[in-house]
């Protein structure tokens, strides 16, 4: 037929070998990050315990911070799905959240990503 055209793959990703004529060699690779807000990159020094045991908490200190989450440095391993208490010593009030992920650190320890459910935490003194 001649009004067809042959639709040629342009991004070249990982894994894609088959049916694949032309590859553009500048073409970047777009990474959906599905993070709707942005996080600050600020040390903020809390408590963290499990929600069942709250007087059983580390004093620790966050890599960033945003109003639905943080991700806080822990000599804990804690499980995704688990509900930490989490205490700013900044004078906020505690609130508690749910364990996303818990990643293993290279000098030890564990970074662990906490999710906020409504009503979204303020961080006292931290810019939006």
Same mark, same amino acid.
């Given at each position: ?42 040390? +903020? ?27 806080? +440095? ?55």
């Amino acid at each position: 037929m001649p009004g067809l055209k042959r639709i040629r793959a342009v991004y070249s990703f990982p894994g894609q070998t088959e049916n694949v004529s032309v590859h553009h060699k500048n073409a970047p690779l777009k990474i959906f990050d599905a993070r709707v807000e942005v996080r600050n990159p600020v040390p +903020v020094p809390v408590y963290l315990a499990p929600l069942d045991e709250p007087r059983n908490r580390e004093r620790t200190v966050t890599e960033d911070v945003s109003g639905h989450g943080a991700r806080v +440095v822990t000599k804990r391993y804690w499980r995704p799905g688990e509900v930490p208490l989490l205490t700013p010593l900044i004078g906020e009030y505690p609130k508690y959240g749910r364990v996303v992920y818990c990643d293993p650190q290279s000098q030890g320890g564990y970074c662990v990503g906490i999710e906020f459910s409504r009503p979204f935490f303020c961080w006292t003194g931290i810019a939006p």
